[in-house]
């Protein structure tokens, strides 16, 4: 299976996304520095499909969600370490998503069988309804995994220095 990535216009197209799949499985996220927690949910979300497909949240966005010391590795470099994951078929590089209704856009464009998210996303309701409205299965594949967070890695490097 051919791997790619892409970056989306204001107004993405996505064409033939769904054609040749059976089922295939959105995820979303920052991925800002990658660890065990991400892998784990990846290979496990991965798992309900035949095609993983990761929305990438822009730079801009994690600055105004994250701080504006974030992100460490820029959209370019976090689209390329997961695209070497094994179980990531495609990665979507968002651009500034000012709005629900963007992500809904383009959710709808995709059309996925599946949205797969993390015990205690704190975006949970927002997924929910963008399955809703899509027609897709929201499905929480994995818990959070206790010290295994961008933040808390970036907290216990910090303090090293």
Known sequence: MKKSFSVMPRLPLTKGINKKQKTTVLVGGCFDVLHLGHIIFLEKAKKLGDK???????????????????PINNQENRA?????????????????MKSAEEYIILIKKIKPTIIAVTKGD???????????????????????IPYQSTSRIIEIIAQEY
Not at 122 to 144: D, S
């Open 122 to 144: 704190e975006r949970l309701f927002q997924k929910k309804e963008q399955a809703k409205i899509v027609g897709a299965r929201l499905v929480e594949v994995t818990k959070q």
């Open 52 to 70: 993983l497909i990761i929305l990438l949240e822009s730079d801009e966005n994690i600055r105004k969600n994250k701080g504006t010391n974030r």
């Open 80 to 96: 390329k370490m997961l695209m070497a994951l094994r179980s990531v078929d495609k990665v979507i590089k968002l651009p500034e």
